[in-house]
């Protein structure tokens, strides 16, 4: 077990040192959550067979005093069961299912779009062994990375509108995970602290709803990342936060929180009876006149 309540992880890391793997970020929240001390082995996407004594050629990994662990859900998992007396992480089953379906929408409606937008910034920030790496696996036949990048003005602005259902749970729960932050939050947070590793424009407006969730996962365990400050506050992260809209660019997110059956609980007529009489009226007004 772990020796000295240190744990060994293997960093995917750009010229900064910031962590970009998201899934590094996840399993460097999910060692500070168990409150163990990080012994990091720096590096980036080349020589990683090497770095590993041949154990994987894909990061994250950890070694708990000799044994290895790849994957960073099997770490997670491996964690939990390890150490049960430790805070939870997943937990149970319904636990991994909702952190999956939060994980996926978040890389398959936001992240996808924000990818094009920052891809020259992904090899340039990244270690100079890897931009040949980076630039083969990061573009399409026959597009250089810049073309792909190009007129990102353009298109930032029409992806912060994507993440409302994010928004949406987080305006009556201070965490994803509830009262206090478990692995769905760091799970859904690697994806802005990669954004923030990688992106050297800001991708949301100052005033987005979302900054208190994401300001205070950033600011979580304090010196777990052998720096000031909380474990997302590396000093090679760029801001997310100052995006500017020009006219014409739609509204970043919702003015005004979702209503209806949707937010509101049935407590008695009382707390049904405005909604009721809107939804007779509407009828009564979309029907035709006799």
């Keep these: 077990m772990a020796r000295d309540n240190r744990i060994t992880l293997y960093d995917l890391q750009l010229r900064t040192g910031a962590t970009i793997s998201p899934f590094v970020w996840a ?24 770095r590993t004594n041949g154990k994987s050629e894909r990061l994250p990994v950890i070694v708990d005093d000799g044994k290895w662990v790849l994957d960073s859900w099997e770490i997670a998992e ?8 430790r805070p939870t992480l997943v937990g149970d089953k319904k636990t991994y299912v909702a ?28 270690l100079d062994v890897d931009h040949e790496y980076v630039t083969k696996t990061r573009s399409p036949p026959g597009k250089t990375l810049e073309e792909i990048q190009a007129g990102r003005e353009d298109r930032l602005p029409l992806v912060p509108p994507k993440l409302e259902l994010l928004r949406t749970t987080l305006r009556e729960s201070k965490w994803l995970g509830g009262d206090s932050p478990n692995y769905t939050d760091y799970r859904a947070l690697a994806v802005f602290l990669f954004m923030a590793a990688v992106a050297t424009t800001p991708v949301l407006t100052d005033d ?26 590396h000093p090679g992260l760029h801001p997310l936060f100052g995006l500017k809209l020009r006219p014409g660019d739609p509204e970043p997110f919702s003015k005004a929180p979702v209503g209806g059956g949707l937010a509101k609980r049935n407590t008695g007529p009382d707390s049904t009876h405005a909604e009721t009489e809107m939804l007779q009226r509407r009828m009564r007004e979309s029907s035709p006149a006799s």
């Design 208 to 233: 987005d709803p979302i900054r208190g969730w994401i300001d205070r996962g950033f600011d979580l365990y304090p010196g777990a990342g052998g720096h000031v400050g909380g474990l997302g506050r």
């Design 27 to 50: 399993t460097k929240y999910a060692l500070a959550h168990k409150g163990f001390q990080i012994d990091i082995v720096p590096g980036g996407f080349t020589g990683i067979m090497q």
């Design 99 to 126: 952190t999956r379906f939060i994980e996926n929408w978040l890389w398959g409606n936001v992240l996808r779009e924000w990818m094009p937008n920052i891809v020259q910034d992904y090899r340039d920030m990244s």
């Design 78 to 85: 491996y964690l939990d069961s390890a150490y049960p007396e």
